[in-house]
């Protein structure tokens, strides 16, 4: 689940709003467990831009392969990641799109 790379003028343009956001998902020694991909997705249902936070612990990886795995699980694209932050995007569907037309 994939999602595609992302516009480099894109890019550019989340960073800048991700300046702002505080952390919403938060990532302990545990790693990428089952319940922090239901709360980012629950997140990127409703936001599209979400910062998570990798809590400094023992032998936990770089914050940036731990985004990337959680890009991977929940189809969202990598935006950025600075020290024990990263920048998740999803488009939210559209829910016109689900709709029958009959």
Do not use: C, W
């Not at 994939?2 to 505080?22: D, F, I, M, V, Y």
């Not at 392969?65 to 189809?75: D, F, M, Q, R, S």
């Amino acid at each position: 689940m994939t999602a595609p790379s992302l516009p480099s003028s894109e890019r550019a343009h989340l960073r800048g709003r991700g300046q702002r956001l505080k952390p919403t998902v938060f990532i302990g020694r545990e790693g990428p467990s089952d319940g922090v991909i239901r709360k980012l997705e629950e997140e990127l249902m409703a936001h599209e831009l979400v910062k998570i936070r990798v809590l400094p612990g023992e032998g936990l990886r770089e914050t940036g392969v731990v985004a990337e795995i959680l890009a991977e699980a929940t189809g969202a694209s990598f935006v950025q990641v600075i020290g024990h932050n990263a920048l998740l995007y999803r488009e939210r569907p559209d829910e016109d799109s689900d709709t029958d037309e009959t």
